[in-house]
């Protein structure tokens, strides 16, 4: 199968690329296909004719988006139609990465592919925004696959690192230190999700929006306090709850999500604390 892969240098990205079972796969650099820059999309579709395009790019910079939202919309929403109609035209499928940020968190128990949207802020509102459109323009095209609080080896340009490298800094440090007790997610390792997604391109028939992430739930708290335990970490630890509040902005305060429909095609990933136990001892040697 040939794959044209979007974000290669990101942290999905460049696990897709180690992980990649022997798949024909195409990484151009942003300066070859870059979602600001609809006239490049075309191009690299038209020149690398892939059976799938997998986008992992997106503005996910959450406060930013919300100084910015004419960008986030850019990315996140106009650039997913317009890989859907490329994909169409030149019959291609597209898988798309989204969030468990289109979620409101007014539930307490895991959300479903079916469970209604309600995004809190532009980050949440211009992602669903891109799912509903790709899905809209093109729906025998497009899959979409939700995942949630991703961590992997080269971590995020855009966020400095990822959430477990910033904590293991902190530990060493030694200083006590606040950590958000309000919101419940379901951390994710880019190294397990991207060998559910090769998973899932083995499904002949994919249609619609599917859930992966690591099993189970935890607060950022309980998240930092396991990270600590494992590292063996002794400083003070102290659960803040902030109601999902940083200022003005808004982030759901349940957001697990229920991998039901990949379950049923017999897909599953480990449980993050399995998850977060070989991240540590691979890259930090604990």
């Not at 925004?129 to 609080?149: D, F, I, K, N, S």
């Not at 017999?266 to 930090?284: F, Q, S, V």
């Amino acid at each position: 199968m040939k794959l044209l892969l979007i974000g290669g240098t990101g942290q999905l990205g460049s696990d897709l690329i180690k992980n990649n079972p022997g798949h024909q796969l195409v990484a151009p650099p942003r300066s070859g296909l870059d979602l600001e820059r609809p006239e490049t999309i075309d191009t690299a579709v038209r020149e690398s004719r892939p059976d799938w395009v997998i986008n992992t790019a997106a503005f996910l910079n959450v406060p930013l988006c919300e100084e910015q939202p004419e960008r986030a919309f850019r990315v996140n929403c106009v650039a997913v139609r317009d890989l859907a109609l490329v994909c169409k035209l030149r019959d291609a499928r597209l898988l798309t990465i989204s969030t468990d940020y289109v979620f409101g968190g007014e539930k307490s128990t895991p959300y479903r592919e079916s469970d209604r949207p309600a995004p809190l802020q532009i980050y949440g509102i211009s992602k669903l925004a891109g799912e509903q459109t790709g899905l809209a323009v093109a729906p025998e095209h497009v899959v979409v696959v939700r995942t949630c609080g991703l961590y992997g080896m080269i971590g995020s340009r855009v966020k400095r690192g990822n959430f477990v490298d910033q904590r293991v800094q902190d530990g060493q440090r030694g200083e006590p230190l606040d950590v958000s007790s309000d919101q419940t997610v379901g951390p994710t390792s880019t190294d397990d999700l991207s060998r559910a997604i090769y998973a899932l391109l083995a499904n002949p028939k994919l249609s619609g929006i599917y859930h992966l992430t690591n099993e189970g739930a935890c607060t950022w708290y309980e998240f930092t306090r396991a990270i600590y335990d494992i590292c063996g970490f002794k400083s003070e630890l102290r659960p803040a709850d902030r109601q999902g509040r940083a200022g003005n902005l808004r982030r759901p305060l349940y957001s697990v999500l229920a991998n039901e429909r990949a379950r049923a095609l017999g897909i599953t990933l480990p449980t993050w604390r399995d998850a977060l136990g070989r991240y540590l001892k691979g890259k930090h040697g604990k």
